[in-house]
């Protein structure tokens, strides 16, 4: 099946392996990526604030082209999935966002189209059973650690991926691929976000806080969704504990690539 | 005086916020990760901004501190969104003239060769407008 994809700016920058193992991955599990034509970047942050209407513009224009070719619209970036479904859910609840937004775009649009993290793409639309099939080099005995964060289940009555408090989409995709999850008390805590670059000091805090008891807890590696996690556990986790984008491992225990072993080299460099 | 209760009834317009909701268990604040930076704390602005005392939360250094991690939004027991009060009153601030916390200048100074995009349109978009 082809589905709709807004890969994101960081996605064809920092983080190529998010896309191009996503890519390549849901090729394997019989789904295309379709990406939205000139799309535009997401903001990176959805403003809570009512009357902010030109900032989620960009959103409402890929889901609008998504709802046209009838296709659920699916995302790999953390943050790009939380301000287009966060978008989406204005769109459709709040008719005076969906009136100002729909009088820019000059195309009417009330939140029709499916929105869906790539985790719920294997999980809802794959089925765990035939990404088991699928996996060629089970990661057997490897243990990790999910790190969800805040912007995949957050706030949950928006984001509804999976029990707020007590997720466990990221765990199932860590047994799909024949691995072991370890479960630690940090992985839906905050790393520190986009206030590491004027205050560091937090970001370490934050940051090691999350790999400390990751690896408190036998995580020999922890995995993640999102290039700012990415970002903030590599440079301020203070531990050496590899970091790897979820595709990268997709792609490994699928047999398309030594992912684990590149990404760690990259941790490294 | 009637220009604090302007701001108040711009912060709850904006937010779409009822801070009568909140029963002061102080649960935001217990979850917040940023709650050492923080001279006022997520219940305080709860608190500050049903009283109408607005003015020290827009002076205060902790509206840059909120990391929009949405903690306090889902773990708060009468659905108040404290975050939500957060954004109102930091966007009363730097919607103003002259009035950002972030410009693109600044920004060469913090970037490494690793920062990711998502970085720096996050931080443009809560710290300017």
């Known amino acids: 099946m082809n589905v709709s994809y807004f890969p994101g700016c960081t996605l064809k920058t920092k983080a190529k392996e998010l896309d191009v193992y996503a890519r390549r991955c849901a090729e394997v599990l019989g789904v295309t990526l379709e990406e939205i034509e000139n799309w535009q970047c997401c903001g990176g942050v959805f403003s809570t604030a009512k009357d902010e209407i030109a900032s989620k513009l960009s959103s409402v224009r890929a889901l609008t082209e998504a709802r046209d070719k009838n296709q659920p619209l699916v995302t790999v970036c953390s943050a790009c999935h939380n301000v287009i479904k966060q978008t989406n859910h204005a769109m459709a609840n709040d008719a005076d966002f969906a009136l100002r937004a729909n009088t820019y775009t000059g195309e009417p649009y009330n939140g029709e189209t499916e929105v869906l993290h790539y985790l719920e793409l294997l999980r809802d639309v794959v089925g765990w059973d035939k990404v088991k099939a699928a996996v060629k080099n089970p990661l057997t005995g490897k243990k990790i650690g999910a790190y969800y964060g805040c912007l995949l289940l957050r706030p949950g009555k928006v984001m509804a991926m999976d029990d707020v408090e007590n997720p466990t989409i990221l765990e199932d995709f860590i047994r799909a691929i024949g691995a072991e999850p370890v479960v630690y008390a940090m992985r839906n805590e905050c790393c520190g976000g986009y206030v590491t670059l004027e205050d560091k000091a937090l970001a370490k805090k934050k940051s090691s806080a999350v790999l400390e008891n990751a690896a408190a807890m036998g995580a020999e590696m922890v995995v993640t969704a999102c290039p700012l996690c990415m970002y903030n556990l590599k440079k301020n986790g203070g531990c050496d504990l590899p970091v790897v984008y979820l595709t990268a491992l997709l792609a490994e225990a699928l047999g398309l690539t030594d992912a684990t072993h590149g990404c760690k080299e990259e941790n490294n460099g | ?129």
């Open chain 2, 1 to 129: 005086m009637a220009e604090h209760k302007n701001y108040k009834e711009q912060i709850l317009r904006i937010s779409g916020v009822n801070p009568l909701k909140c029963m002061r268990c102080g649960k935001c604040s217990g979850t917040c990760p940023s709650y050492d930076e923080m001279e006022y704390h997520p219940h305080q602005f709860v608190y500050m901004v049903e009283t109408g005392d607005i003015e020290p939360l827009m002076e205060s250094k902790s509206l840059y501190k909120c990391l929009t991690c949405f903690a306090c939004v889902d773990r708060c027991p009468r659905n108040v969104e404290p975050a939500k009060l957060v954004e109102a009153v930091r966007l009363m601030v730097i919607r103003q003239q002259g009035q950002n916390h972030m410009k693109p200048d600044d920004i060469p100074a913090q970037v490494d060769e690793d920062t990711p995009q998502q970085l720096l349109m996050s931080a443009l978009r809560k710290y300017s407008k």
